[in-house]
């Protein structure tokens, strides 16, 4: 067996302490919140999705080779992923001791030398090498060997029992119950830190699905088309809301593995689930597609036309996701886009014909507030001295465009509602009292200029509509916006 051994600096030429065993410390789930080889394996991927073909044909020949391939052609951003810093204080507390630190992993050794520069305590690396997958009793013998006087182990996962076995000491870290039980009966713990709890709101931050809000618009046309009434319509409408909601909250979790190197750059997005690492990558690869497929085949049951406007949403979030959210202007213009989809998709649950008016007037108010969500972010670059932001096609510069092309198409918007109620509202007799509808433009231009007054104060954090479902104007505004529209089409009288 061959095994890859790196030492380092000066802690390398010390010997270990006396009564102090070396410490071995696991990488993956122990000192990094996450796994190397998921994160090299997307990383590889986002040059060229259909590389998959490469990952199966060497995971075939062996996970040491994959780990090996995947390690020679990915330049993992080391620095950036998450770390478990209460392991990693007693680590350092460890070494202060005299111990000896060396980082004993399954990964593979080019990946785990890189990790190990970035800390200035690692002694030497003990990993895999192209082909000796080191892990359970490959692991444990390699220590063994390495380490005939004794060591010390931190690990968390099943597979480490056998390692634990051959430690002269144990570190359990947040290992689930069973794994833990199992190894307090090797013998008494030098430390034991805590498995944190997986709430379901942690859970449920990661399909985002707050973000569900944005697909209310499937009942707008419910309403506008004269259903209001229709119980059958509402129920069909709300299943479809349901069905949209898994099929984007399957996106947003693809998306968040997409962009993990980005996120972590981020000053709000490196908190995400699986950007901090509360969540692993390979449950955001089960359950996103597991959501799709759900999503997609309860809208075939539906209809065709739901399939098909549920597919569609599909097909131009994946490519804003992988490809589009990188290049100026055509990402904002597929964001307005993806809203304006949740109306097709309305039409398709309620089978009412699409107004072309709406569908304008949704192109120009989304695209505005994309516009908006875009300058907040180029606008903290530009405060952090940044020229460009990661994994965006605009640069710090651009915060004056922005702001120009986000208020034109919001008054663009507002051109678009007056130029309805003059040439639809009236002379189609569609509404009891259309009159009523002159609110809607004015609200709407107060509404577009305090959106765009507080994104030049920096107060408009990252999401406008996620924001304006919690800021106490924006619900006012919208309550006088439906009184309005209740007024439009009530019958005479049927208020007072």
Known sequence: MTLASMPQS???????????????????????????????????????????????????QGRAILKRRLAERVDLDVDGLPLNEELLALIETEHARGR????????????????ARRFRFIDGVIASDGATNLKGEA????????????????????????????????????????????????????AVLPRPKLGARTVLKAARVHQWAKNALVFVPLVLG??????????????????????????????DLWDLEDDRKHWSKKNRAFASGRLPIVAGLVAAPLAIVAALVGGALMSGEVFASLAAYLVVTLAYSFRLKRLAVVDVF???????????????????????WLLV??????????????????????????????????????????????????????????LYIFNEAFPAGMYKTPAALWAFPSVLFLWLGRIWVLSGRDELHDDPVAFAVRDKASIALGAVMALAFVAAVAPHGLLW
């Open 10 to 60: 000066d802690g390398a030429r010390r010997g270990p302490a006396e009564g102090l065993p070396p410490l071995a410390v696991d990488v993956d789930g122990t000192l990094v919140r996450g796994d190397l080889l998921a994160e090299s394996a997307l990383a590889y991927l986002r040059g060229n999705p259909l590389r998959i073909v490469f990952l199966v044909m060497w995971l075939v």
């Open 100 to 115: 000896q630190i060396h980082l004993a992993t399954a990964s593979d050794a080019m990946v785990a030398g890189k990790l």
């Open 139 to 190: 692991k444990a013998r390699a220590l063994a060997g390495r380490f005939p006087g004794g060591f010390a182990y931190a690990g968390d996962h099943r597979v480490d029992l056998p390692v634990w076995r051959a430690a002269s000491e144990t570190v359990i870290v947040e290992a689930k119950p069973g794994v833990r039980k199992a190894a307090e009966a090797i013998r008494p713990p030098l």
């Open 226 to 255: 004269g259903k209001a009434l229709d119980p059958v319509a509402w129920s069909e409408a709300l299943i479809g809301f349901v069905l949209l909601g898994v099929l984007a909250s399957g996106t947003y979790v693809l998306n």
């Open 334 to 356: 597929t964001l307005a886009g993806l809203f304006t989809l949740r109306l097709v998709i309305g039409v398709a649950l309620v089978e009412v014909p699409p107004s072309p």
């Open 361 to 418: 007037f949704s192109m120009f108010i989304f695209a505005s507030l994309s516009f908006a969500k875009r300058h907040t972010e180029m606008a903290r670059v530009a405060q952090a001295g940044a020229a460009k932001a990661s994994g965006r096609g605009y640069v710090a510069a651009d915060v004056p465009f922005l702001i120009a092309m986000g208020t034109a198409t919001g008054m663009s918007a507002v051109l678009v509602m007056v």
